[in-house]
């Protein structure tokens, strides 16, 4: 996809442009990070390209979340360096930067960058500095800084939707997460701020907003607001009266602080989209405990009620955690019946494994690799039933979908998004849809997608 932005401050002549190419992994926060990160390139007049093997500059903006993230990303690091053309400099930013640091570079002495989470904003004069030396550039400053910048709708790649930051970091210290490390103590943005940004996306055509944080329900609690303080219910309530933007989902949402004022919004308000993704992460209250997530599976079925019983339909997604330390055969039958009675709509399902400097590492990983396999294969099978009878509800539905482009599958039809966050593959006759929100009746239910037809006559739903 070619950069929509325009290349603010760059040469005139194009040919001695410099290059630059982003690899992305992890959450949106990484992908929002990387059009930071791009951003910044253009401004001091390097190009975006597509093909890494005619990139002046490779970055790989790492995820940290899950196994083995440092040797995954230099293993990344020897296929590029097959690849690249002399004297390209490869980088790695994202969480693996932000907790190895200068460790990667001493494991791979190719990679002449560092930049850690905080580092984003400052990228350009990394870059000044690493082209103008022989030694290699780190910064990973800690991650607790109340620093938030604000990316101009023409800086941004995507054209319809928006990825906005409104609280950074986290307080929680799941035992097994290792997010409070790379990303620091919780901060929150000020509500004046996010809706300034929010105004201007609305003011450049943008149809969609997601807001990010790794518990957005804690939104203003944190001693670290800038300015103002408000509650997350309040500040959805306030940029969906107010921003311009027709449809704007969150996420992620934590049990613990996920309250029935967000619902009560999601009512009122036809701009904010009927999804809510509430990781449970377990079923079993001593794995809960074990876990330190601050909830029941009681606490959480009834946050879960709350959603079901609302008066729109409103979709719910989770992630699942299998083979805790200590996790054993009822705990897990436990976690099973969780995820029945709570009926997903999605469901991320991942076998645990140790991150450094968490709590959870410092026990035994009692569960043999086989189990967590056993455990994951079993709930992947039953959620896959569970999600079939759920997704038959939109049959024969008529949805608002926001046309994000071609399918990938088939260029003869469209696809896009639910304001639920479902894609959705549609046939039309119509030219171009790009960017529209359009009416598409179902008539078809995908295991992880819809199809269906564009209709222009009837009214839409808000699912
Ligand atoms: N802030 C979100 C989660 C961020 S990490 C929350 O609190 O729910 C995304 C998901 O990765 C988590 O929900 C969890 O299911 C999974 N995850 C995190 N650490 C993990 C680990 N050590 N092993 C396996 N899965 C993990
Ligand atoms: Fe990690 Fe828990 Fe924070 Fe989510 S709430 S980012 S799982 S520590
Ligand atoms: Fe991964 Fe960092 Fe996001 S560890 S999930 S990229 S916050």
């Not at 390097?46 to 093909?51: G, I, V």
């Not at 409070?180 to 907003?209: D, H, N, W």
Request: proline share 5%; net charge positive.
């Amino acid at each position: 996809m070619e950069p929509v932005a325009s290349i603010v401050g760059a040469p005139t002549s194009r040919a001695r442009a410099k290059k630059y190419f982003i690899e992305t992994f992890g959450c949106q926060m990484n992908v929002l990070d990387s059009e930071r990160a791009g951003a910044q390139l253009r401004r001091c007049g390097y190009q975006w390209t597509s093909d890494i093997e005619e990139a002046d500059l490779i970055l790989l903006n790492t995820c940290a979340v899950r196994e083995r993230p440092a040797e995954k990303a230099l293993v990344r690091v020897s296929e590029i360096r097959r690849r690249k053309k002399p004297g390209a400099i490869i980088g790695i930013m994202g969480c693996v930067a932000q907790a190895e640091g200068r460790r990667l570079i001493e494991r791979a002495p190719d990679v002449r960058l560092i930049v850690g989470t905080q580092a984003v904003g400052h990228l350009a004069a990394l870059v000044t500095k690493v082209e103008g030396s022989d030694e290699a550039v780190v910064d990973v400053r800690a991650p607790n800084r109340p620093a938030f910048d604000r990316l101009a709708p023409e800086e941004r790649r995507q054209r319809h939707v928006a990825y906005v930051t409104i609280i950074e970091g986290c307080d929680k210290f799941c035992t097994f997460c290792i997010v409070p490390f790379t990303r620091g103590r919780e901060r929150s943005r000020a509500p004046e701020e996010i809706l300034a940004e929010l105004q201007a996306l609305a003011a450049a055509g943008y149809k969609e907003v997601h807001l990010l944080g790794q518990n957005v329900n804690s939104y203003g609690r944190s001693r670290r607001i800038e300015g103002r303080r408000m509650g997350f219910a309040e500040l959805l309530e306030l940029l969906a009266a107010r921003s311009g933007i027709p449809r704007i989902k969150f996420t992620t949402s934590h049990p613990r602080d996920f309250d029935e004022r967000i619902v009560r919004a999601i009512e009122r308000w036809p701009q904010l989209c009927p999804w809510v993704h509430l990781p449970p992460q377990s079923g079993s209250d001593r794995v809960l405990a074990a876990m330190n997530r601050g909830y029941t599976a009681e606490e959480y079925l009834q946050k879960v009620a709350l959603i079901h019983g609302a008066s729109r339909d409103i979709s719910l997604t989770g992630d699942v955690i299998v083979g805790f330390p200590g996790e054993t055969d009822e705990d897990f039958r436990q976690t099973v019946r969780l995820v029945e009675q709570a009926q997903f709509d999605g469901l991320y399902i991942f076998k645990y494994s140790p991150r450094p400097r968490t709590v959870a590492a410092r026990w035994v990983d009692t569960v043999p690799e086989t189990v967590k396999t056993e455990r994951l294969m079993e709930l992947v099978e039953i959620q896959r039933e569970v999600q079939r009878r759920r997704w038959q509800r939109y049959l024969g539905k008529t949805i608002d979908v926001l046309v994000e482009g071609r399918s990938a599958k088939s260029e003869k039809h469209w696809s896009g998004h639910t304001p639920c966050h479902k894609v959705v593959n549609f046939e039309s006759s119509m030219e171009n849809l790009e960017g529209l929100i359009v009416k598409v009746e179902v008539t078809k239910i995908n295991p992880h997608s819809l199809f269906g037809r564009h209709v222009e006559s009837r009214e839409g739903s808000t699912m």
